[in-house]
């Protein structure tokens, strides 16, 4: 398989993935604004908030209970990783070339990724 | 201002900022966040981890259409976001440790260089040239389409490109942006890559960059839903269209306009930052 076929699956895979995310994000923005649509917006001065919105857990939890807020960081959630999977499917690509360097150039992003996602657990 | 007016003014306002961000090449981050701090006075924290979350979704969306193109070098994007990623994650750490006046003043220089870029295009040296002994161990150089025929090219200066790229990176952690700009400086004044190989590698790379910062962001709490859902939704609906009209737009007197008002709104970050009221 060469470069540009693979990168063309991956491609078309992305842009699913970002369609999915904006269609969970959606529906739970529909949810949030039927719940909220009255209340006051103030966003003026940042205050961190709870787990349910700041680690991956927190958020699928608050996700499987339908929680509005939960569904649309869930549909974020799954926005950052989109490029995470694309790494990924690049080190499966270059290791079927065989390209052994850019399958580990591949690895080694992909462990920095995985380094920051850390935080977030 | 209540849930829904914040709400429906926001996703207005991103699907502005996505819509001519696409047009002109810039992106969408580098418009949305001063909007949302200036005209809203959205905390610059909220703002930026909104941006980083729109800046994935535009890159990771398009991210078809630049392969069909034929002119991304996914070795060269790989390659150079080991530089990237690192930066994106110290740029993430330090967004936590400066204060908002100093994001702000930050913010403010790179809007300028984004005004620069905007109002006086460079025109595309192409001078096509051979590897030099790094660019070949590393495989970097392509070849992309032009006129029915494929025109190959070099890679030289690679130590010099990963190093800006860290940059890059480290601007788009700090300010919640793709630093699309400089990445392509990186690539085509640096590297000597063709310009056209540099925007559309640099597009490829900015999701990879961006999901770098994105754990730290998450775990701050710098992306909270209820301002990130309508700045998503709007620059992914606007860059949509943005590439859409793309062929049809006067790109040039809209470049002139943008470039403009890129400007205004970075002296007001400036002197906003400076007097402590961002």
Avoid: C
Wanted: hydrophobic share 55%.
């Amino acid at each position: 398989m060469d470069d540009n076929s693979l990168e063309n699956i991956i491609g078309q895979l992305l842009r699913a993935g970002v369609l999915l995310s904006a269609a969970i994000v959606t529906v739970g923005g529909i949810a949030y604004l039927v719940q909220w649509h009255a209340a006051a917006a103030n966003y003026h001065h940042f205050a961190a908030r709870g787990a349910e919105i700041r680690t991956v857990s927190g958020i699928v939890r608050s996700a499987a209970h339908l929680n509005s807020e939960g569904l649309m960081q869930a549909g974020l959630l799954l926005l950052i990783l989109t490029p995470v999977a694309r790494v990924a499917m690049a080190i499966v690509g270059f290791a079927l070339e065989p390209d052994r360097l850019y399958a580990a150039v591949s690895l080694i992003v992909l462990v920095i990724l995985a380094f920051s996602l850390i935080h977030a657990t | 201002m209540t849930v829904l007016e914040f709400t429906a003014v926001v996703w207005a306002v991103s699907a502005l900022a996505g819509f001519l961000g696409a047009l002109t090449g810039l992106g969408g981050g580098v418009v949305v966040v001063p909007a949302l701090t200036l005209a809203l006075g959205v905390d610059i924290k909220y703002a930026i981890g909104a941006s980083l979350v729109s800046v994935i979704a535009t890159s990771s969306g398009a991210a078809a259409a630049y392969v069909r193109e034929g002119f991304s070098n996914i070795r060269i994007g790989m390659f150079l976001e080991i530089a990237t990623t690192v930066g994106a994650v110290v740029g993430a750490y330090l967004a936590g440790l400066v204060s908002t006046h100093a994001l702000a003043i930050v913010f403010g220089l790179v809007l300028i260089h984004a005004a620069y870029t905007s109002l006086f295009r460079h025109a595309d040296a192409d001078d096509r040239v051979a590897s030099d002994t790094l660019g070949r161990l590393l495989r970097l150089d392509g070849s992309y389409p032009e006129q029915g025929t494929r025109v190959d090219y070099g890679v030289r200066n690679v130590p010099a490109g990963f190093g800006i790229m860290f940059g890059a990176g480290a601007l788009s952690g700090l300010l919640g942006i793709g630093s699309g700009a400089l990445k392509v400086i990186a690539m085509d004044r640096a590297m000597h890559i063709p310009f056209k190989v540099s925007t559309t590698t640099s597009n490829f790379m900015i999701g990879v960059t961006a999901a770098a910062s994105a754990g730290v962001y998450l775990s701050r709490g710098y992306i909270d839903p209820r301002v990130a859902m309508p700045v998503m939704l709007g620059v992914l609906g606007g860059a949509l269209l943005g590439t859409k009209v793309l062929v049809r737009a006067r790109v040039r007197t809209l470049r002139a306009v943008f470039g403009i008002v890129i400007l205004v709104m970075a002296i007001e970050m400036i002197v906003n930052g400076i007097l402590g009221k961002i």
